[in-house]
């Protein structure tokens, strides 16, 4: 009999989760109910932060906050060239110019001094408006230095903590250190509402402004709904809610044990990092470990290692993409030769807390296996 087959991630749906679901579904109430209602009084208290509201989708959440911040054309904002190009996409959706700006080959994330080399060196037309710092597969951005580099160019700061509930930036969670703050709930990330994303600010006035936006441009006002300014309709339905509901209580054993099966990897691969065959992904304190992507040594075809894995029912994958080279960011087009060389060699590894040290140990071998014949592929040419 074979080993199961070893996802890249599972989503964590336990029966009490399920049952929740089901409840609302024969209660009747569906959308914009008590369970989305307290979601978000609960998820404010995880967060600790004064406003979280709940939106269809982490993409969402990114596009509503640009638009609540009134950023449109003639404005540009710097994206890291290395992320889901959802967080470039919307920005072209509100009409702006993304900015890209190369990545840190260890961490992958853009660094305070890359993005204060980007704004020093800014010479287009539009004026820079935003930082979206994104804190990739949960490596916190030293937020206190994007602040204060933000303050000082008057620019606002839109968290793309989509990949990264959880992720500690110093006593704080990333997503509530910016101007506003986007999470994702997609079942990629670990808490997952099927799609679903939160947007997270102390900001009062912004806050109203994001409801309102998610829902029709509603205002509920004494003497009714009020339909105040053009809005969409990005609900999370009380289903969802629900789902999210049963699992917040669990996440923080989750983010630990996501952070000793990263810490089990990096034994693990330290063999093959030895060799110069892969480079593990640098380790934070704060690490919320969305995603375990290695790199490959240049010369190693992704390709083949992600069959070979295939092979041994292993599943695995590219990392995130590099914006510049997809033909949608041609008009934006930098050189990022970091994001390129991570978008070409990056391989996301089997990763959720479901996994532990078995797993890992299965993964090294068939990976050691599968750098082994690249290797000896090689020498034999
Ligand atoms: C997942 C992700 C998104 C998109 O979130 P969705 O909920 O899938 O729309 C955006 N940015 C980053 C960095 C992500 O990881």
Request: hydrophobic share 50%; charged share 15%.
């Amino acid at each position: 009999m074979s080993a199961p087959m070893l996802r890249l991630s599972l989503p964590h749906i336990d029966g009490t989760a399920i049952a929740a679901v089901a409840e609302v579904l024969r209660s009747g109430q569906l959308v914009q109910g008590a369970q989305v209602a307290a979601f978000e009084a609960e998820l404010q208290q995880w967060l600790g932060a004064r406003h979280a509201v709940l939106v269809s989708s982490g993409t969402a959440a990114l596009h509503l906050a640009l638009l609540a911040l009134g950023i449109g054309p003639g404005d540009a904002v710097l994206v890291p060239d290395f992320t889901f190009p959802a967080t470039g996409n919307v920005v072209k959706l509100v009409g702006a110019r993304p900015v890209l700006v190369d990545v840190d080959a260890a961490n992958y994330c853009a660094t305070p001094a890359a993005l204060q080399r980007a704004i020093e060196g800014w010479r287009g037309p539009e004026r820079l408006r935003a930082l979206m710092p994104v804190h990739e597969f949960g490596h916190p951005v030293d937020m206190a230095a994007v602040n204060a580099l933000a303050a000082r160019h008057g620019l606002a700061v839109v968290e793309d903590a989509a990949c990264a509930i959880g992720a500690r930036c110093g006593d704080r969670l990333a997503g509530t250190l910016g101007t506003v703050g986007c999470i994702s709930l997609h079942p990629r990330k670990t808490l997952t509402t099927g799609e679903g994303g939160v947007l997270v600010t102390d900001d009062d006035v912004l806050a109203q402004r994001l409801r309102r936006l998610r829902n029709h441009g509603i205002e509920r006002t004494a003497a009714g709904l009020v339909f105040h300014e053009a809005g969409y309709n990005l609900r999370l339905t009380d289903m969802q809610a629900a789902l999210g509901r049963a699992q917040l209580p669990h996440l923080d054993g989750w983010i630990s044990a996501r952070r000793a099966l990263a810490a089990r990897y990096a034994v693990v691969l330290a063999p093959l990092a030895a060799c110069g065959l892969l480079t593990p992904p640098a380790d934070h304190a704060g690490h919320s470990w969305q995603t375990y992507m290695v790199v490959l040594a240049g010369g190693i075809e992704r390709g083949g290692v992600i069959r070979a894995l295939a092979a041994q029912d292993i599943e695995a994958n590219l990392g995130a993409q590099c914006l510049s080279a997809q033909p949608s960011f041609a008009d934006v087009a930098v050189r990022s030769p970091v994001a390129q060389r991570l978008y070409a060699q990056g391989l996301a590894l089997p990763f959720c807390e479901q996994y532990g040290a078995p797993e890992v140990e299965r993964v090294g071998l068939a990976l050691a296996a599968a750098l082994g014949l690249h290797v000896g592929a090689a020498h034999a040419r």
